[in-house]
Every structure is written in structure tokens, then in C-alpha cells.
């Protein structure tokens, strides 16, 4: 199973070695529990509770970027088909929250916003999936220590080198998925790779990008690399993209409107 994009030919086909598939999360009608605001107007009062204590414009600033992050999370958390709140009265879900909001009142990025609620839902959506839930907490920790185009490397990474897209069937369609990626991913920064490797968003793992692509996808070697961007041979090397990441990775490209991705698939 797959989530696709606007351009059939960058469809991601979401899985793994051993075959395995995406799950599809039903819609819920009604609200139960905890409703949006309460949840939203609790962790905004944890947060101010416990943020330390500031001047009053940096307070008010600080409270406004919280509730922001709050709302825009919790509209996520609801485009994803959740109308259950109950988890944000979870103390392991209010920590995480909490390290969410203290990053976004003190940077205030757009970016950031979009990232991290964007992690928030995700967060509550796996909360029973301990190894997922764990690995998105480690993730919204590290995000704000990440450029966009750190981020975006990851993304590169990430499908270059754990993902396989069935819709490629000739080489002009790898093309057109090569393009794709520049397109959306092309500000990407390949000279970082020690600092993501300290922060614990890659593993070792030795590849060819254009002997990985030739066997994915059937193509003589010599047919890839003859049509490979440069932007694109230059993730070979040897790391690949730990659980954490993955979700950064994933996340990313939602954010940009890439493929939505389902992160099971890769991170149990």
C-alpha cells in the first residue's frame, strides 16, 4: 500500500525488505475525552508553569508561540484522522510536548512550527508503538538543532536508500523522480555528516547509489549513471538514516507536500 503525490512517478512504495505494508488509520466521527481546547489549554498551562520564569514581553511572547504550536498541532493531529485527545493528560506524552514548546517559544521559526507539530502528531497517533514513540521523541529533542537543509540531506538519504518507487518502470522515469527530489530537496547539505552522526541520525551502512538503483530497478548500471544528477551520486558513501532519521526524514517531506509516508514500515 502507498500514499501517493500529485505526480504519479514519485509515488513511494512503502515497503520493507520483508514485504511489509502501511496500515490505514480510520476516521473517528465524534470527539471523546478530552476535546481539543482542554487538551490544548493543558499543556499550555504546564508549559507556562514550568518554562522558566521571564520579563514580561518575553513571557507573553513565549506563552503565544506554546498556544501556537498547541493549535497548529492539534489541527494535525486531527487531518490525520485522531479525535481522541486522551493522550495529551498522558505524563510521557505532556514531557515530550513540553520539550516541543520550549524549543518553538524560544526560536519561533515557521519551520520549526511546521516540523514539530507535525512530530506532535505523530507522536500521539504511535503512542502505543514504543520503538516509533520513542524514536519521534528523539526527534523533536533534535530537530531544532537541524538547518532545512540538514534536514533535507536526510530526506535525500532516506529514499535513495530505503525506499523503492513502484511506478519507475524506464529509465526516463527514474528521470522524472530525479528531477522531482532536486526540485524539493535540492538546498541539501552534504557536509554535515558528523555532526548528524553525533546527533544519532545515521547509522552505518555502506551503499552505491547507482548499484543500488540499477538493482532496484532493473536498469543496466552504465543507463543510471549516464542520468544521474551529481546532486544524487553524492549520497554514496557510508551511512544511511538511523529510526530518528527516518522520522526527520519523513517529516520533512511531508512538511514540503512530498509523498506522505508511514514510518511503521521502517522504524519497529
Not at 508549559?47 to 514581553?57: A, E, V, Y
Request: aromatic share 8%.
Amino acid at each position: 500500500m502507498m500514499d501517493g503525490t500529485a505526480n504519479s512517478n514519485v509515488e513511494v512504495n512503502q515497503r520493507t525488505a520483508f514485504g511489509s505494508t502501511a496500515t490505514q488509520i480510520g476516521q473517528q466521527n465524534n470527539y471523546y475525552g478530552i476535546s481539543p481546547d482542554q487538551a490544548c489549554q493543558m499543556v499550555v498551562d504546564l508549559f507556562m508553569q514550568n518554562f522558566p520564569k521571564l520579563q514580561d514581553i518575553a513571557r507573553e511572547t513565549a506563552e503565544i508561540r506554546a498556544t501556537e504550536l498547541c493549535n497548529e498541532a492539534i489541527q494535525k493531529i486531527s487531518s490525520h484522522g485522531i479525535q481522541d485527545f486522551s493522550s495529551f493528560a498522558d505524563p510521557d506524552v505532556q514531557y515530550i510536548l513540553y520539550e516541543a514548546q520550549k524549543n518553538y517559544a524560544r526560536f519561533g521559526t515557521s519551520e520549526m512550527l511546521e516540523n514539530l507539530s507535525e512530530l506532535i502528531a505523530k507522536r500521539v497517533e504511535h503512542n502505543d508503538d514504543l520503538v516509533l514513540k520513542v524514536a519521534i521523541d528523539k526527534a523533536i529533542e533534535i530537530a531544532p538543532l537541524l538547518s532545512q537543509a540538514q534536514l533535507n540531506y536526510l530526506s535525500l538519504l532516506f529514499i535513495y536508500t530505503r525506499t523503492q518507487t513502484n511506478t519507475i518502470k524506464t529509465i526516463q522515469d527514474l528521470q522524472v523522480q530525479f528531477n522531482y527530489y532536486i526540485s524539493l530537496l535540492g538546498k541539501a547539505d552534504f557536509n554535515s555528516i558528523s555532526y548528524l552522526n553525533m546527533l544519532g541520525c545515521l547509522q552505518l551502512g555502506l551503499h552505491d547509489i547507482i548499484d543500488h538503483l540499477s538493482k532496484t530497478y532493473g536498469f543496466p548500471k552504465n543507463e543510471v549513471e549516464k542520468n544521474c544528477p551529481e546532486l544524487i551520486k553524492n549520497l554514496s558513501g557510508d551511512y544511511m538514516p538511523s529510526h530518528i532519521g527516518v522520522i526527520l526524514a519523513i517529516t520533512n517531506l511531508e512538511v514540503q507536500n512530498g509523498p506522505k509516508l508511514n514510518p511503521q514500515i521502517w522504524v519497529r
